[in-house]
T-cell receptor, first 116, second 111 residues
């Protein structure tokens, strides 16, 4: 079974530029998550999708971050414009069952973003 | 809200046993996960506890006490490859399967 795929793996941009990350979850997984992990810290949830609907985006900085999962499969996370403090690893995860269950989340390899 | 505390770093010797503690204060609780994360890699699932008690899985065991807001991960017969960060994560009472992660404990295993 293929795992969660993310691209690019690394991205370096200058502040005020825009950037987009892509995630392809495990086939059949209804729930998709985007996390931000700053060096030395645990992952912080940014947004959760159930199929193509948003379940929670309370920690997403909506003035600069946006995410979509139009067909309920792939997802993109965008930052526009980027700030220095956005430097982090952006992790995508998916889980097989509907929200509310105890199912584990499967993580992708992440995209390491450096903002100069 | 959720507040999750873990030690920042621990060091142990190859072949030994190490216990990584996690305490949490939450507005609701629906289970606790432990994940392992090697440097530069994605977190991988280790264990899930929703009821009090010990869950054993090979060299790794996880314990939960809901009344004390406390969990630990026990690693036996430590190997060099166990050097990694160990993340404690609590699932809240909300409608989603959403996790709040602690800062992680970086374990260094020495020969």
């Amino acid at each position: 079974e293929a795992g969660v795929a993310q691209s690019p793996r690394y991205k370096i941009i200058e502040k005020r530029q825009s950037v987009a990350f892509w995630c392809n979850p495990i086939s059949g997984h209804a729930t998709l998550y985007w996390y931000q992990q700053i060096l030395g810290q645990g992952p912080k949830l940014l947004i959760q999708f159930q199929n193509n609907g948003v379940v929670d985006d309370s920690q997403l900085p909506k003035d600069r971050f946006s995410a979509e999962r139009l067909k309920g499969v792939d997802s993109t996370l965008k930052i526009q414009p980027a700030k220095l403090e956005d430097s982090a690893v952006y992790l995508c995860a998916s889980s097989p069952r509907l929200a509310g269950s105890g199912s584990e989340q499967f993580f992708g390899p992440g995209t390491r973003l450096t903002v100069l | 809200g959720q507040n999750i505390d873990q030690p920042t770093e621990m060091t142990a010797t190859e072949g030994a046993i190490v216990q990584i503690n996690c305490t949490y204060q939450t507005s609701g609780f629906n289970g606790l996960f432990w994940y392992q994360q090697h440097a530069g890699e994605a977190p991988t699932f280790l264990s899930y506890n929703v009821l009090d008690g010990l869950e054993e899985k090979g060299r790794f065991s996880s314990f939960l006490s809901r009344s004390k807001g406390y969990s630990y991960l026990l690693l036996k017969e430590l190997q060099m490859k166990d050097s990694a960060s160990y993340l404690c994560a609590v699932k809240g009472p909300d409608a989603g399967n959403m996790l709040t992660f602690g800062g992680g404990t970086r374990l260094m295993v020495k020969p």
